[in-house]
């Protein structure tokens, strides 16, 4: 079985930082994209950053210049670090994975964490 386990989140004031951290387990062959994502109340879930195996990231407009997306694939694990955050950062964040669990996996498969709250106060 496949997990993903974010944590990090938390509680910080406008302007403040938080570094949130993803770890990938279980059985897993290789691991192409991954993502983080968020979703506030009322609102769908949105992209914020996703970097691919080779290292190439992209960003929503809103985070752009204040969060930094990396990943340690050695250890199978996601960071995004969060910057100059504002209230309307807040919402749950997800991890995303695209991954292969076999070798003869002839796709990939997409896995999700179950998110971890960040709450920016004014």
């Known amino acids: 079985q496949v997990q993903l386990v974010e944590s990090g989140g938390g509680l910080v004031q406008a302007g403040g930082s938080l570094r949130l951290s993803c770890a990938a387990s279980?059985?897993?062959?290789?691991?192409?994209?991954m993502a983080w994502y968020r979703q506030a109340p009322g609102k769908p879930r949105e992209l914020v950053a996703s970097i691919s195996a080779s290292g190439s990231t992209n960003y929503a407009d809103s985070v752009k210049e204040r969060f930094t997306i990396s990943r340690d694939s050695a250890k199978k694990v996601l960071f995004l670090e969060m910057n100059r955050l504002r209230p309307d950062d807040t919402a749950v964040y997800f991890c995303?994975?695209?991954?292969?669990?076999?070798?003869?996996?002839?796709?990939?498969?997409?896995?999700w964490g179950r998110g971890t709250q960040v709450t920016v106060s004014s």
């Open positions: 279980g059985t897993i062959f290789s691991i192409d994209d």
């Open positions: 995303n994975a695209h991954l292969k669990k076999w070798y003869s996996d002839l796709g990939l498969r997409i896995y």
